[in-house]
């Protein structure tokens, strides 16, 4: 560097390298917050929503199973009337209907069961 006396300053009209664009119009802006603020709403929203679904499947679940054990309780109850009816043994015919009563039971007594996964 060689010193030399400084003589004149001339004026420098800066201008920066960097010019910020013109705003467009079908852009989207927004602050970091805001975009947080939006995911945390999007997260919210789906959760719900899966929520809902899986609420409504299992209700639906529900429903078909206790269709079922209806079902299996109306046969079972024929069963019972046909065995009384049957020309059997009394012994026979006792201890026929005691079975079934005891399977419909274990059926009403297990049904919380069937809703279990």
Request: hydrophobic content about 50%; glycine content about 4%.
């Given at each position: 560097m060689s010193r030399k006396p400084v003589s004149s300053v001339t004026p420098f009209d800066f201008r920066g390298d960097f010019d910020t664009p013109a705003p467009n119009e079908s852009q989207v802006t927004m602050t970091?917050?805001?975009?947080?603020?939006l995911l945390d709403d999007a997260r919210r929203s789906t959760a719900e929503m899966l929520r809902d679904e899986q609420?409504?499947?299992?209700?639906?679940?529900?429903?078909?199973?206790?269709?079922?054990?209806?079902?299996?309780?109306?046969?079972?109850?024929?069963?019972?009337?046909?065995?009384?009816?049957?020309?059997?043994?009394e012994e026979t015919r006792d201890e026929a209907v005691d079975r079934v009563r005891a399977v419909a039971a274990e059926l009403i007594d297990?049904?919380?069961?069937l809703f279990q996964s």
């Open positions: 970091v917050s805001e975009l947080a603020a609420v409504k499947l299992q209700a639906e679940a529900m429903r078909d199973s206790a269709e079922s054990l209806k079902a299996a309780l109306r046969q079972i109850v024929e069963l019972a009337e046909l065995l009384e009816s049957s020309a059997l043994s297990g049904q919380g069961n």
